[in-house]
């Protein structure tokens, strides 16, 4: 079998660098997204088969650059995994920054866009044509928290990329799932994990799950077979507040 090939965006830490590095360990070959070369490259850990890819998501000249980059060392590209992101403290509506807005809706959306519409696009026209997108979305994308509107709207805006990617893909043998994570145990949770506002007033601390947990509920979506996807996976802490939220 011809040894496959993925780009992880978000690669430096947390869920991206857990699912790189369960890629690596089950022999495929990894572009490593990120803007922090340092990151980047602490989780390549010197493994022959991770690939450097400093890039900002956000400008589309830098991303075709780094996926270029991947596809000619390669040859093709059989996976990508849209998992850049970013989550701003919660607040009233009204004290959003709209600065904050665009920010988040720069990063987790349009990020998410630039990098699929390219990986789609290297997909539809290599020499076998094909692959498999994940995209990263949230148990937000279906339940939002209190206070967290670009949080949740670009998180449901994930939700109708990924189906319309899939829906798109059909003609090219390019499948689209999305893994939507509730409360992974990484920086961007401590402060949900510390107390966090519930939707009935309190403050509240949740529990959280183990990253490799993660990377091993995408492991089993990136390696399913040609014509099998999985549309959407929720993995979540087992007693966190999201059946019943609310």
Same mark, same amino acid.
Not at 192 to 202: N, S
């Given at each position: 079998m011809t040894q496959r090939t993925a780009i992880i965006t978000g690669a430096g830490s947390g869920i991206g660098r857990a699912c790189a590095r369960i890629l690596l360990k089950n022999g495929w070959k990894v572009g490593l997204v990120g803007r922090r070369e340092n990151a980047l490259c602490d989780t390549a850990n010197g493994c022959d088969n991770a690939l450097i890819l400093p890039c900002d998501v956000t400008d589309e000249t830098s991303v075709d650059a780094a996926f270029d980059h991947a596809h000619t060392k390669w040859g093709r590209l059989d996976l990508l995994f849209n998992n850049a992101g970013k989550l701003t403290p919660g607040k009233p509506l009204d004290e959003i920054a709209v600065s904050d807005w665009r920010s988040m809706v720069d990063v &987790? @959306? &349009?990020? /998410?866009?630039?990098?699929? +519409?390219? /990986?789609? %696009? @290297?997909m539809r026209y290599q020499a076998k044509q %094909? %692959? +498999?997108?994940i995209n990263n979305g949230s148990v937000s994308s279906y339940v939002p928290r209190p206070g967290t509107a670009p949080y949740a709207a670009t998180k449901h805006a994930i939700s109708g990329l990924t189906k319309t990617i899939s829906l798109d893909g059909r003609a090219f043998n390019i499948a689209c799932g999305q893994i939507d994570i509730g409360n992974a145990a990484t920086d961007m949770v401590d402060q949900? #994990?510390?107390?966090? @506002?519930? /939707?009935?007033?309190?403050i509240k601390g949740e529990p959280a799950m183990e990253v490799p947990d993660i990377a091993k509920a995408f492991l089993y979506m990136a $390696? @399913?077979? $040609?014509?099998?996807? *999985?549309? &959407?996976?929720? *993995?979540? /802490?087992? &007693?966190?507040?999201? *059946?019943? #939220? %609310?």
């Open positions: &987790n @959306l &349009n990020g /998410a866009f630039i990098c699929a +519409r390219k /990986a789609f %696009g @290297l %094909g %692959g +498999r997108i949900i #994990r510390a107390g966090v @506002l519930q /939707a009935d007033g309190t $390696e @399913l077979p $040609e014509g099998a996807n *999985v549309q &959407n996976m929720t *993995v979540m /802490a087992t &007693n966190m507040p999201f *059946v019943g #939220r %609310g």
